[in-house]
């Protein structure tokens, strides 16, 4: 058994906001300066990508590579029969991903137009759907307050109904982690994961979050085999940001930034849509929000979950580093991969006493990471990113 890292829900250039730089050779790139061994594709329903994937990735046995990193055929999708909805959606291989595309533009739930494509169909009717076809699915960024399943349904049975049964896994999200997640008992039977959801390949986006598998090798058999628990593969680690450095950890105004609690935005048993201060538009944060779904429940969770990490893409730190200025940025973080292995060799597995010898203000700054002793000047809000606070 191997201990591999998998960064499973990225896009491509072919999805809005993306960058134009998400092609396989790039993502490939990022990943192995990242340490990720396994990425999604992204966006292999659309024609012009699937086309292009089928002529670049090399198959070796069931796994599909491309300069030597492992991919795994991946889309995100968004329902819209009820809010809207984003799914993540992973592939065994081609024929599925064909298979499940011609479904749905046979039925009229899309014309698959775009990378991230709306469908017209129930995340119930999806699930079935992707069941099907052998593929694995699960809610991206459950939690997040825009397009996700808890911003739309009160669980997830209510959203993926009958099928609920055949979702594989839940995705955090930027804002989550698993110890806020594991307040919600009915989740126990599923697998939590951490991605990136990147839609550029740049170091601060591309693997931002990652899970680490316990797997024999890097195919999507394996992968499957884990997220369901089979077979000793399993999830062994979660590694991601702090919640407080997501967009929307707090409730919070877009506008103003300022940030309330969830008492501050109740009233009358409702919450308020506006901001009390300037009238902006106020999302209620996922620490409210999981708060509130926690409330109607009287089970307690007793799921044994792996270690969830928290980290910040190494480029965010040497930035946090006042005294570095931009040029002495590139040239550090250059350093640093050219000494050590990869960025989360750095940030994750290195022992501090061999990164303090060259490096000891960086240094002392991930160990006070690795013990979860970082503090905030900015708690993310609102739809704005948090910001670390480091002397």
């Known amino acids: 058994m191997k201990q591999l890292n998998a960064d499973l829900h990225l896009h491509s250039r072919f999805s809005i906001g993306a960058s134009p730089q998400m092609d396989l050779p790039r993502i490939a790139a990022a990943a192995h300066t990242k340490g990720i061994h396994i990425v999604g594709t992204g ?30 055929l991946q889309c995100e999708v968004e329902t819209t029969m009820k809010g809207r909805v984003h799914h993540l959606i992973l592939f065994p291989n081609f ?16 014309k698959l137009t775009s990378g991230r494509p709306q469908l017209k169909i129930t995340p119930e ?8 076809v052998g593929a694995l699915i699960g809610p991206s960024h459950a939690f997040t307050p825009w397009t996700s399943m808890y911003a739309s349904y009160n669980s997830i ?6 099928n609920a049964q055949n979702v594989a896994f839940v995705e ?28 550029s390949p740049n170091p601060n986006k591309l693997g931002r979050e990652v899970t680490r598998f316990c797997l024999k090798d890097s195919s999507f058999n394996e992968v499957y085999q884990a997220l369901r628990g089979i077979n000793g593969r399993k999830v062994v680690l979660n590694i991601g940001l702090d919640p407080r450095e997501g967009k929307y950890y707090l409730t919070g105004c877009r506008r103003c930034k300022k940030a309330y609690t969830l008492e501050e935005i109740t ?17 209620i944060g996922v ?41 002495d940025i590139k040239k550090t973080y250059n350093e640093l991969l050219c000494k050590f292995d990869n960025e989360i060799d750095v940030l994750v597995d290195r022992p501090i006493r061999a990164i303090r010898q060259d490096y000891p203000r960086l240094g002392a700054i991930l ?6 002793e970082i503090d905030f000047e900015f708690v993310g809000r609102g739809g704005w990113y948090g910001r670390i606070q480091i002397q």
């Open 95 to 110: 024929s599925a991903a064909a298979e499940l595309r011609e479904i749905l533009l046979e039925n009229g739930y899309s």
């Open 267 to 283: 009233v009358n048993g409702g919450i308020l849509k506006s901001c009390p201060a300037c009238g902006g538009p106020l999302k």
């Open 157 to 162: 049975r209510e959203c993926y109904g009958e």
């Open 43 to 72: 966006d292999c329903l659309y024609q012009g990508w699937l086309e292009e994937l089928e002529s670049s990735l090399q198959r070796h046995g069931d796994r599909y590579e491309f300069a030597a990193i492992a991919f795994i």
């Open 172 to 199: 955090l999200g930027l804002s989550a982690d698993t110890k806020m997640a594991s307040k919600l008992a009915e989740l126990d039977s599923y697998t939590f994961v951490s991605f990136s959801d990147a839609h």
């Open 367 to 372: 160990e006070r990471f690795r013990n979860d």
């Open 287 to 327: 620490r409210d929000r999981i708060q509130l779904l926690a409330s109607m429940s009287s089970e307690v969770s007793l799921a044994q979950r792996p270690p969830y990490m928290h980290v910040v893409p190494l480029v965010e730190i040497l930035r946090a580093m006042k005294r570095l200025q931009p040029l």
């Open 125 to 132: 009717r999806l699930a079935n759907l992707a069941c099907t």
